[in-house]
């Protein structure tokens, strides 16, 4: 059994952690319910525009530059991460799947793939293959406002149109609650409409809504698509924040819980050691004390 001095420092240490898990998961909390009322606000918005844009392209054959499809020779894997760890297997699990898609492509042999990161840890990562990054994007998170996640946007849509790029995909966890994140892959580029059907005739199905386009169909979308993809390259990040925030909060829960368990048990055995050691030194006493009255 331990000495007692030995279970008092591990008592001492097990506490300082508690404090600490405790602290960053008050922090995380509160973190959490601002990204929250972010993602919560974004969604709807990004989902409207998404509806017109499926309108729009179900049944008329309207296409943008954003809507080329080509050969896949160029892929641009966009790979989000946190740039802070703690928050369980949430980078880890991004990690993994952007390096399946990088397996993915080039077994089907694509020549030249490359990533953006955003996130210093899938940014150190990634760093270690040599010229597969080609931008990192880390201080992105730091300050997520729209207009500097546009410019990376603009910039990605910009490569695109300029065929530099065939397929950008977008690898993230989406946000569902504190305790749940959902790891997904998104083809960002070309566009696809989410509402394209086609019927048991072959034909497309009709739009969903009977809206009236002024000037026309093909104006509005040349600019609706690039105000789409921002929005939708906005709700990627502020999701993947919340689920961050989530998944820290959780972790940093279950640490704390842990810690108490650990606490318990250190105590019990701090109480024994001490017992033990009070009963040797009365036996010791009444020893010494018997020894003298013989």
Do not use: W
Request: glycine share 6%.
């Amino acid at each position: 059994m331990a000495n007692l001095k030995e279970v008092r420092t591990r008592i001492a240490s097990v506490s300082s952690t508690q404090q600490i898990t405790s602290a960053m998961k008050m922090v995380s909390a509160a973190k959490f319910r601002r990204a929250q009322n972010a993602i919560l606000g974004m969604r709807p918005y990004a989902a409207q525009l998404g509806e017109i844009i499926s309108d729009i392209d179900v049944g008329d054959g309207v296409q943008t530059p954003y809507h080329e499809v080509r050969a896949v020779s160029n892929v641009l894997i966009v790979v989000v991460t946190s740039n802070k760890g703690l928050c369980g297997a949430f980078n880890s699990n991004v990690i993994k799947e952007a390096s399946s898609r990088l397996r993915h492509y080039n077994e089907k042999g694509s020549p030249n793939v490359k990533m953006i990161t955003v996130g210093k840890r899938g940014s150190e990562f990634f760093a270690k293959q040599s010229g597969l990054v080609v931008a990192a994007y880390d201080d992105l998170l730091d300050n997520p406002a729209f207009d500097a996640v546009s410019d990376l946007c603009d910039r990605i849509m910009s490569s695109f149109c300029s065929k530099e790029y065939d397929v950008v995909e977008v690898v993230y966890n989406q946000f569902k609650n504190s305790l749940t994140q959902i790891l997904s892959t998104e083809q960002f580029l070309p566009v696809v409409a989410d509402g394209h059907q086609v019927s048991q005739a072959g034909n497309a199905a009709p739009s969903r809504n009977d809206y009236i386009y002024e000037p026309d169909k093909t104006t509005i979308l040349q600019e609706l698509i690039p105000l789409t993809l921002r929005s939708h390259f906005y709700r990627v990040i502020l999701d993947s924040l919340a689920a961050e925030h989530g998944a820290r909060m959780t972790a940093m829960q279950k640490a704390t819980d842990n810690a108490t368990e650990l606490l318990k048990d250190l105590r019990l055995s701090y109480n024994k050691a001490r017992q033990a050691a009070i009963t040797n030194e009365i036996i010791e006493i009444v020893s010494g004390s018997e020894a003298l009255k013989g």
